[in-house]
């Protein structure tokens, strides 16, 4: 069984339970209530602040636990604690695609506009550019050219 560094992580045997420190500057607060709530199925988890930059995490599990188990358990919430941090990351760096999303699937969910909606729209408004001509109607695109047209074009 590997050791857990003395100066951040303590287990009281006698009360069953385990205490940790953690960098505030590491981890955000968002991430450490993420982490505690996965866990308060198993245990009780109080958090403190005895320090600017610290916080303290004791996990008092429900069920009595050995040293191995408890060992296991603090294994188990850096592990979350590391995770809810890093998806907190990632959901920041990507905060304007994720509100994109959203908003396209709350307007989708809308449903499609009303008749009044409909009567009051500004249609004189410039046609969005299509560069691509993906806007393009399958007649228009695919249409017959008009023989007499052509006939007149080649005679001249």
């Known amino acids: 069984m590997t050791t857990l560094p003395t100066q951040l992580v303590s287990l009281d045997l006698a009360d069953g339970s385990a205490r940790l420190e953690i960098d505030a500057t590491l981890y955000p607060l968002d991430a450490l209530y993420g982490a505690s709530y996965v866990f308060i199925d198993r245990c009780y988890v109080f958090l403190e602040r005895p320090a600017e930059q610290r916080y303290r995490v004791t996990l008092s599990p429900k069920k009595a636990m050995d040293?191995?188990?408890?060992?296991?358990?603090?294994?188990?919430?850096?592990?979350?604690?590391?995770?809810?941090?890093?998806?907190?990351?990632?959901?920041?760096?990507?905060?304007?695609?994720?509100?994109?999303?959203?908003?396209?699937?709350?307007?989708?969910?809308?449903?499609?506009?009303?008749?009044?909606?409909?009567?009051?729209?500004?249609?004189?408004?410039?046609?969005?550019e299509d560069p691509l001509g993906i806007a393009t109607s399958w007649e228009e695109k695919y249409k017959k050219k008009d023989k007499q047209a052509d006939a007149g074009k080649e005679k001249a």
């Open 67 to 128: 040293a191995a188990a408890l060992h296991a358990l603090v294994g188990e919430f850096t592990n979350e604690l590391l995770s809810c941090a890093w998806r907190q990351q990632i959901t920041e760096a990507n905060r304007a695609q994720i509100e994109a999303v959203t908003l396209q699937a709350i307007a989708g969910a809308m449903g499609p506009p009303s008749l009044e909606d409909l009567a009051n729209f500004d249609f004189t408004d410039a046609p969005l």
